[in-house]
C-alpha cells in the first residue's frame, strides 16, 4: 500500500536501514513522508557524529599481557608494588647482619611471589563481573601476608 | 565416522584463519578497536572513568582467550561481545554505582554539554546540531537497557543487525524488535511525534 502515510514501525523501519520497494515508492510520492524519514535520519546522523567527534581524540593505551601489564592495568601495579615493597624490606634490614642459618633465597621467594601474583589476576581475568565493577576491598587482597608468613616461619 | 558438523565453504574458513591471526598482533588489535570499545562504553555508561576502566577490562579479557578465538565472527563484533556483557553485568550487578561513587563528586551522568566539550569540532558546531545531539542522549537515556544496546551499536556504531545480533546473543528477530522500539520511542522524544506520519 503506498497511499496511506507510513506507520511509525516503517518509520524505524526505513530509518534502521530496511528499505523495501513498497515504501520507498511511497516516499517518491509522498512530500509528508520523505520530509519526516529525512528530518529524522539528520538528527540520528548528528547524534552519531556528534558522539564520534566527541570521541575522536581518545588516548589509546599501550597493551602489555597480564602478567606485565602494570601500566595498563594500575591496580594491580599498585598490588605488585606493594608487594615488592614488603618482600625487599627484611633482606634490606638483614643486609648488614650475619646469617648464619641459610634463610629461603630471594630467588625463590620472588617465584612464589610471581605465581601468587599471576593466579591472582587470573582469577581476576576469570571473574563474571568486571575488575574496575569490584568493590575497592577486592584491591585490599595481596600475597603479602602469605609471603610475610612465611618470612616468619 | 563422519561429523556431525556442516561442511564450511573453503573460503569462508580461509576468512575466519584470517580473522583468527589478527589477534597474533595484539597491539595492533588495541591499537584498531580501542576507540571503539572506548566510545561504546561512554555512550552505555555516561561516566569516562568507567568507561575506561570498562574498555581495559575488555582486552584484558580478550587478550586472555584469544587462543579460543576461532574467527567466526570479525575481532570487531567479537570485542563488542565482551564489552556488550561487561556493561550488562555492570548494570544489572549494580557495581557501576559503587564504582562511580567513589570516583566522582556527583552521580550525574555525562551530560551531552560535557561530552561535546571534548569535541574536536565543539566550536564550529552549529546550536541546532548541538541541540539534536542533545535530545538523542537525552531520549537514550531511559530506554530499557537491551533496547538502548541495540539502538547505541546500530547508529553510533554503525553495526548491521546480524553483526548486533552475534554482540548480544539474541536472533536477528529479536535486535530488530528492540531497534524499532528504541527508534519508535527516541522519535517521539525528540519530538518527532508517535505512531504514523500526519
Ligand atoms: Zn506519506
Redesign the pocket.
Known amino acids: 500500500m503506498t497511499t496511506q502515510?507510513?506507520t511509525g514501525d516503517q518509520v524505524s523501519q526505513w530509518v534502521a536501514g530496511e528499505k523495501p520497494a513498497e515504501l520507498a515508492a511511497?516516499l517518491e510520492v509522498?512530500g509528508?513522508?520523505s520530509a519526516h524519514v529525512t528530518r529524522f535520519e539528520t538528527v540520528l546522523a548528528g547524534f552519531h557524529d556528534g558522539i564520534h567527534d566527541a570521541t575522536a581524540s581518545v588516548r589509546i593505551p599501550a597493551f602489555e599481557p597480564p602478567s606485565a601489564a602494570w601500566q595498563f592495568a594500575p591496580r594491580w601495579a599498585l598490588a605488585g608494588a606493594v608487594a615488592a615493597f614488603v618482600v625487599a624490606v627484611p633482606f634490606y634490614r638483614g643486609a648488614d647482619q650475619p646469617r648464619p642459618v641459610p634463610v629461603p633465597s630471594p630467588v625463590v621467594v620472588a617465584e612464589v611471589s610471581d605465581a601468587q601474583l599471576l593466579e591472582q589476576i587470573n582469577a581476576q581475568l576469570a571473574r563474571h563481573v568486571p575488575g574496575p565493577l569490584e568493590p575497592l576491598e577486592s584491591l585490599s587482597y595481596s600475597p603479602l601476608e602469605e609471603l610475610t608468613k612465611g618470612q616468619n616461619q | 565416522m563422519e561429523s556431525a558438523t556442516p561442511a564450511r565453504p573453503a573460503d569462508w574458513v580461509a576468512s575466519a584463519m584470517d580473522r583468527a591471526s589478527e589477534l597474533t598482533n595484539f597491539d595492533a588489535v588495541v591499537a584498531e578497536y580501542w576507540p571503539r570499545v572506548y566510545r561504546f562504553a561512554l555512550v552505555s555508561l555516561r561516566d569516562k572513568s568507567a568507561a575506561e576502566s570498562l574498555a581495559q577490562d575488555c582486552f584484558l579479557r580478550a587478550w586472555k582467550s584469544r587462543d579460543k578465538f576461532r574467527g567466526d565472527a570479525s575481532v570487531s563484533t567479537w570485542l563488542m561481545q565482551i564489552a556488550v556483557n561487561l556493561i550488562r553485568d555492570g548494570i544489572r550487578n549494580r557495581r557501576l554505582q559503587f564504582w562511580r561513587r567513589t570516583t566522582q563528586a556527583s552521580l550525574e551522568d555525562l551530560t551531552a554539554n560535557e561530552l561535546l566539550a571534548d569535541g574536536r569540532s565543539s566550536p564550529e558546531k552549529s546550536a541546532a546540531a548541538r541541540q539534536q545531539l542533545a535530545s538523542v542522549w537525552t531520549a537514550t537515556a531511559s530506554l530499557p537497557e537491551r533496547q538502548r544496546t541495540v539502538f547505541l551499536l546500530r547508529f553510533v556504531e554503525e553495526m548491521d543487525l546480524l553483526e548486533i545480533a552475534a554482540a548480544m546473543g539474541l536472533s536477528e528477530g529479536t535486535v530488530k524488535v528492540h531497534l524499532f522500539r528504541a527508534l519508535n520511542a527516541v522519535r517521539e522524544r525528540v519530538g518527532m511525534g508517535k505512531g504514523a506520519?500526519k
Open positions: 502515510h507510513f511511497h509522498c509528508a513522508c | 506520519v
